[in-house]
Antibody, heavy 120, light 110 residues
Framework: QLQLQESGPGLVKPSETLSLTCTVSGGSISSNNYYWGWIRQPPGKGLEWIGSVYYSKNIYYSPSLKSRVTISVDTPKNQFSLKLNSVTAADAAVYYC????????????WGQGTLVTVSS | QSALTQPRSVSGSPGQTVTISCTGTRSDVGNYNYVSWYQQHPGKAPKFMIYDVSKRPSGVPDRFSGSKSGNTASLTISGLQAEDEADYYCCSYAGNYIWVFGGGTKLTVL
């Protein structure tokens, strides 16, 4: 059973970079059995897929965020990370990290989510 | 990639049946049988309820069912119970390792 936990600053200033980390337990980040991703949810709004990483190196991003987002994997720490630069108030959201079995076209496991506020 | 379209809200009385629609395009819902549904209670992470359009993971009551016709997927909840009150989101694979979610539907059990 995968368990995921987000961590990172809860407050980011406008125009700066949002950085979050997801720590995975119950499975190896480098395993070919899973893929990983980030999903966000602005307050009172719907879910938005941000991006996913397969085999620790094949990374795909939402077209609407692609110019500002980077997902990376830290295999020794069993973590993957999200960086979103040039944030604005529109980027304020609960950010979820997620994991799925490779070949599964749904999200198996979710982190509990972490709220990021954008304010000076 | 635009968000899938869901009704903002639906409601029903205990024991009734409700259906939530999720409309996409030929590029996502209409092209792949990879629609999933998630239930989200306030302050909680989503929980997946349906995958591959109509399959239920273990532990999800058979009151929940999914279907698809053309560019529209649907989640049907029969025998409505108070604990079903939540937000529901659909999600579809859109090709090229891209995913798109619906805007969400608030289900109220009257």
């Amino acid at each position: 059973q995968l368990q995921l936990q987000e961590s990172g600053p809860g407050l980011v200033k406008p125009s700066e970079t949002l950085s979050l980390t997801c720590t995975v337990s119950g499975g190896s980040i480098s395993s070919n059995n899973y893929y990983w991703g980030w999903i966000r949810q602005p307050p009172g709004k719907g879910l938005e897929w941000i991006g996913s990483v397969y085999y620790s190196k094949n990374i795909y991003y939402s077209p609407s965020l692609k110019s500002r987002v980077t997902i990376s994997v830290d295999t020794p720490k069993n973590q993957f990370s999200l960086k979103l630069n040039s944030v604005t108030a529109a980027d304020a959201a609960v950010y979820y990290c997620a994991g799925s079995g490779l070949g599964n076209y749904w999200v198996d496991s979710w982190g509990q989510g972490t709220l990021v506020t954008v304010s000076s | 990639q635009s968000a899938l379209t869901q009704p903002r809200s639906v409601s029903g009385s205990p024991g009734q049946t409700v259906t939530i629609s999720c409309t996409g395009t030929r590029s996502d819902v209409g092209n792949y049988n990879y629609v999933s549904w998630y239930q989200q209670h306030p302050g909680k992470a989503p929980k997946f309820m349906i995958y591959d359009v109509s399959k239920r993971p273990s532990g999800v009551p058979d009151r929940f069912s999914g279907s698809k016709s053309g560019n529209t997927a649907s989640l049907t909840i029969s025998g409505l119970q108070a604990e079903d009150e939540a937000d529901y989101y659909c999600c579809s694979y859109a090709g090229n390792y891209i995913w798109v979610f619906g805007g969400g539907t608030k289900l109220t059990v009257l």
